[in-house]
């Protein structure tokens, strides 16, 4: 059984061993729990999920609006969460609206990706990269790990 964090609300949810976590949804407030799509998040939400969610990986995308291969990634992102989930959660963080988040996490150029698995860092890159070359890193780095 592992958990996952609720986009909408926050609630933290199990997910049954032998269910689809593809099709499951919020106790709390009803909404799809993976929709194939990065969750923006704050630097309280991403503790949330790093602290809650188990039996599936995270990928961090780290950006900023000004940033402009951050924003031609942007696309390559969503097109990865959607080849990825629900091996995989895909969350974006605004390094302009959370640099403490940011700095906190080691993050010294942007875009920057960082795997988490049981809420610990498992791999880390930076630059822009394709939806292709994204998918890639993260199982070459979940199979390492």
Known sequence: MGQLVCASCG???RTPEGKDPA??????CGEKLLSAAPVEVTAAQLDAHRR????AALLLDVWA???GPCRA????????A????????????????????????GVSGIPALIL??????????????SADQIVAWTEQALAAG
Do not use: H, I, Y
């Open 11 to 13: 609630a933290v949810n």
């Open 23 to 28: 099709a499951a949804k919020c106790g709390r």
């Open 52 to 55: 809650a969610t188990s039996g």
């Open 65 to 67: 609006p000004w940033c």
């Open 73 to 80: 990634m942007a696309p390559q992102f969503a097109a990865a």
């Open 82 to 105: 959607a080849r990825l989930e629900p091996k995989v959660r895909l969350l974006k963080l605004n390094s302009e609206a959370e640099p403490q988040a940011a700095g906190a996490l």
């Open 116 to 129: 988490f698995k049981d809420g610990k860092v498992a791999a880390r890159t930076a630059g822009l990269m």
